[in-house]
């Protein structure tokens, strides 16, 4: 067969991702308090673009859709289902999934309300600095001991790391403070029950201990892979089985609730200044329905000063790299602020999907709240996910009812035992909140005795959610629960 060159047509189709539309997709994914320091160096960068703000007055500046971000946009949930059919190209490309893998969230996670309650706002949660572990170990010791254990115990908590660690030889101590070395043990013993479990360890072996005592799993056998930790980290797992006398099945198990430990406890706290959420959006109840509103307090009224524009136009002469970097810098001002009013649109459209579908929890509260997926809200609005990912990453909506993220009003959804649907894993943790605040401190209920509480009254959940939801609220195990209101009371 003879070689030689040949001429050939193909033909195919590709993405391409221009740097107009990748911009697009960053300002789509920015908060308001992000594309406020975006905008900053964009006027910085661009002689074209103006603020109303800068001189008082915008008669030099363009009319019409560059002009379209100075109102804060609003829309009742009519508005936004008469706009699904209206977008124009720019809507398009934002919704293309260019990025989809990158900006994909799990729409069952990371769905954290700001409220202390799910019902308010905590102002309590936001207003000053969080104590330190010092702090929180000093309040706990005013309530525990008198005396002469509590100048010691204020001398052990001294000793405390940040980490949750004693770096102190109790031998020492009692000698330095005339004491006996048993009330030294004592009363450092009554702290390793305080919060944070683990606290007040001398090795990591003891905070392991502590804590798997916290939850009642301080058997013989996870005593003894306490013990052996080395063993553990090695992953020396048949001599493990044969030290601690277990099978696969049960050394798979407390492997599992030994990474639930905490290492280093006291790193949870600090001294540091909770920081404020500015809300990006704002839900307000009209006599025509429910109206969403962007903040647009934190972003500056974006104008293409046209004016300007033909000053330097007239001044350039016939130099055809002065017009043409004029005009690029034209083509650009107009692309952002006709971006930016799309962007706000797009947010608009599908924080109103968000309340049209869960207006049960904006009526009534997190018991009612619905089973939302991205995709639920996607086909609504008739984008794809990855657009509705990237509009609810780091954005916060604001209502009667507190402030929230908007990936709060995401939730897997938890099968009903009367067949009447499912319910919003939300509504059920709210749940799992009533009644473990309603405790009496001699009827504390276990997470078996909470699964089937929740079952009676129709929700098919097993233990281990419970566990899972009770832990991400942040409560502790029933002997945990137990001892707190004991010391209370």
């Not at 975006?38 to 030099?60: F, M, V, W």
């Amino acid at each position: 067969m003879a070689l030689g060159p040949r001429l050939d047509l193909r033909q195919s189709q590709s993405l391409v991702m221009t740097p107009q539309l990748q911009q697009a997709i960053k300002l789509l994914a920015l908060s308001n308090l992000e594309l406020e320091s975006y905008l900053a160096d964009a006027l910085e960068g661009n002689p074209l673009l103006d603020t109303a703000s800068n001189d008082g007055e915008d008669g030099g500046s363009d009319a019409g859709p560059e002009q379209a971000d100075d109102a804060p946009v609003e829309m009742t949930l009519v508005e936004a289902d008469q706009a699904l059919s209206s977008d124009g190209g720019t809507a398009a490309d934002l919704d293309a999934d260019y990025m989809s893998e990158q900006f994909h969230h799990d729409s069952a996670s990371d769905c954290v309300g700001l409220s202390g309650d799910g019902e308010g706002i905590d102002f309590d949660g936001f207003a000053g600095a969080a104590p330190t572990l010092h702090e929180h170990l000093l309040a706990q010791v005013g309530e525990v001991f008198d005396g002469v254990e509590a100048m010691l115990a204020q001398q052990l908590v001294a000793m405390i790391d940040e980490a949750g660690y004693l770096r102190a030889d109790l031998v020492d101590m009692a000698q330095r403070l005339g004491v006996p070395l048993a009330l030294v043990e004592d009363t450092l013993a009554r702290l390793q029950t305080f919060d944070p479990s683990g606290v007040g360890a001398r090795d990591l072996s003891e905070c392991i201990a502590i804590q798997a005592r916290e939850a009642d799993r301080y058997d013989p056998a996870m005593a003894r892979m306490i013990a052996n930790l080395d063993l553990v980290a090695k992953g020396a797992f048949p001599q493990l089985k044969r030290i601690c006398g277990v099978d696969d099945e049960d050394l798979a198990d407390m492997i599992r609730e030994l990474r639930s430990y905490n290492p280093k406890p006291g790193l949870r706290f600090g001294g540091g200044a909770a920081q404020a959420v500015v809300p990006d959006l704002y839900v307000r109840r009209t006599k025509a329905g429910w109206a969403v509103e962007v903040n647009s307090a934190t972003l500056p009224r974006l104008l293409v000063n046209r004016r300007y524009y033909n000053e330097l136009s007239g001044g350039a002469g016939r130099g055809g790299k002065n017009k043409a970097w004029l005009s690029e810098q034209l083509a650009s001002a107009n692309w952002l602020v006709r971006a930016l009013d799309q962007r706000q649109r797009t947010i608009v459209k599908v924080a109103s999907a968000i309340v049209k579908q869960q207006e049960g929890f904006f009526l009534h509260g997190v018991a009612h709240m619905r089973p939302l997926t991205l995709r639920q809200v996607a086909e609504e609005i008739e984008m794809h996910e990855s657009t509705v990912s990237r509009v609810t990453s780091n954005k916060y909506l604001s209502c009667a009812r507190g402030l929230f993220e908007l990936k709060y009003f995401f939730s897997s959804g938890i099968s009903a035992t009367a067949g009447d649907g499912a319910v919003s894993a939300e509504a059920v943790k709210s749940r799992i909140r009533a009644l473990i605040e309603a405790e009496e401190p001699k009827a504390i209920l276990s997470d078996d005795a909470i699964a089937k509480k929740l079952a009676a009254e129709g929700h098919d959940i097993a233990r281990r959610t419970v566990v899972k939801y009770r832990e991400s609220m942040g409560y502790g195990s029933s002997v945990q629960r137990r001892r707190q209101k004991a010391l209370a009371g």
